[in-house]
């Protein structure tokens, strides 16, 4: 006796399917109501990435300008920094919109130079014969920059229906660019510059290594953390006074070309916080035109002398009454400091002054000394030579790089030795203190102050919007 296999059970009820169709038929109607173009133009993306703060504030300065751009252009640099605390709280939003192709006709071609490249086989490669190239250089004596190729470097070619070539373009750089266009005379060389929109950005980073390590990660490049190391120069000692758990806040000029940075102006205020202690700087120009770096509340950043000469370098030896050469192997008074750093570490004046010699001093070897008014004078010893420019009965100014880390004379290794002198007696050039510069004059104090204060409230504004989204 067979049975016949029972039926199987549907997958599912009826009433699921019935709800099913009718979600869907829902789905089709609001299709239908609202297209799709529609939503994917309010599609946004919050940036809240911590690493690089420099591209988020980029992303907020990018939304702001889209919406100043209907209104006059703002009378002052600082204009963003006034905006209210609720606005510039905001986090980056980006509007994503689909981005318009140029055509390119039939008649164009595009060629990158590779390794080997000549303009005569890139002529070849778009199909122009490789004897054009000399009625294009001999068009105009500009011409010949075309043939200083860079490897991945893109070539731009217009040919007419005949397949001759009408148009040559090329990018320099991301500001520069050159041309060379047909008419009836020949080849007319053309030159474009763009000119780059100019805002302040913001960093802000925490020191857990090394200072040139923590600025590079928090978006600073090596050049900006060279100026905020030259900046703060006359309070901190780069070579001895840096710890762990110390940090900076920075806001500087950054240059912009189609939304890509091209590159950085100066600091325009920056604060640190050295072993619990903060120092504030801003830059300000005077009526003049004469600019200068000042503390907040309008002292003169610059002293007359900076703390160091050597930036970033180890100290190897201090000063001491009783220290064991190690060379001598006796002891001898050691009336400097040694700056320990690669051969070849620039070595900077520590003020302005005249140059008593550059030339070689016995267990010194090459040796600068320079007389700073009437009251003090330092020494550099051990260099390997000495900076263009720098002889004896000349002079320099402070910051100027005067020679370069070096081993001559009693040395057991590269490394500056450096001597400070008050009215002829050595001292402790990391005990001394230094004297002051003359604060904002009177008459400037307001105008400095109208922009010191918003560029302070900024930098706390936005440290305390970057911690703030690093606790959600």
């Given amino acids: 006796m067979t049975t016949e296999p029972s039926k199987a059970p549907p997958l599912y009820p009826k009433t699921h ?17 609202f297209p799709s173009s529609d939503v994917e133009a309010k599609k946004t993306t919050l940036s809240l990435e911590l690493e690089s703060p420099a591209e ?39 509007v994503e919109a689909p981005v318009a192709e140029e055509k390119k006709g039939p008649d164009h071609r595009e060629v990158i130079v590779a390794k080997g490249d000549t303009l005569s086989t ?18 105009d004596k500009q011409a010949k920059q075309f043939t200083q190729l860079q490897r991945g470097q893109k070539l731009e070619f217009e040919l007419n229906p005949d397949g001759q070539l009408t148009n040559l373009h090329t990018k320099l750089s991301d500001l520069e660019s050159i041309t060379l266009t047909k008419n009836d005379k020949g080849y007319v060389f053309n030159r474009i510059t763009a000119k780059p929109t ?31 190391a030259s900046v703060f120069g006359y309070d901190i000692d780069f070579a001895q006074d840096i710890r762990q758990g110390d940090e ?23 604060r640190f916080t050295n072993r619990g202690k903060t120092y504030t700087a801003v830059r300000y120009t005077n009526k003049q035109g004469n600019s200068s770096y000042y503390t907040a509340d309008g002292n003169s950043m610059r002293k007359a002398f900076i703390r160091t000469p050597v930036d970033f370098a180890r100290i190897s030896s201090k000063f001491s009454a009783g220290r064991k050469h190690p060379i001598l192997n006796k002891i001898r008074a050691h009336k400097g400091v040694d700056y320990a750093a690669p051969r070849g570490t620039p070595i900077k004046a520590a003020g302005d002054g005249k140059v008593l010699l550059a030339g070689r001093r016995g267990g010194y070897g090459n040796t600068v000394i320079i007389q700073h008014g009437n009251t003090y004078r330092t020494l550099y010893g051990h260099m390997q030579g000495f900076a263009k420019g720098v002889k004896t009965g000349g002079t320099v100014k402070q910051g100027q790089v005067i020679g ?30 230094l004297p002051m510069a003359d604060p904002i004059a009177k008459g400037e104090r307001a105008r400095f102050l109208a922009q010191s204060q918003p560029l302070m409230a900024r930098m706390d504004q936005e440290k305390a919007t970057m911690l703030a989204s690093s606790k959600r």
């Fill in 122 to 139: 890139l002529f070849e490669k778009v199909g122009l014969p490789s004897t054009s190239v000399h009625e294009i250089l001999a068009s």
């Fill in 17 to 33: 399917l019935l709800a099913a169709s009718g979600i869907a038929a829902l789905l089709s109607l609001a299709l239908l109501v």
């Fill in 198 to 228: 100019v805002r302040s950005a913001y960093v802000h980073g925490i020191i857990n290594s090394s200072l040139s390590q923590s600025a590079a990660r928090a978006g600073l490049s090596h050049s900006l953390t060279m100026d905020m």
């Fill in 56 to 94: 988020q504030l980029t992303q907020e300065q990018d939304a702001a300008e889209a919406v100043q751009a209907t209104n006059e252009p703002a009378a002052s640099p600082f204009a963003q920094i006034e905006n209210s605390p609720e606005d510039t709280a905001q986090a980056a939003v980006q």
């Fill in 248 to 270: 900076f806040d920075v806001i500087y000029e950054q240059k912009v070309v189609n939304g890509k940075s091209v590159g950085n102006g100066p600091i325009l205020s920056a």
């Fill in 404 to 433: 370069y880390i070096g081993t001559t004379g009693l040395s057991t290794g590269p490394h500056l030795h450096y001597e400070f002198q008050v009215n002829g007696v050595h001292v402790d050039p990391l005990g001394q203190k």
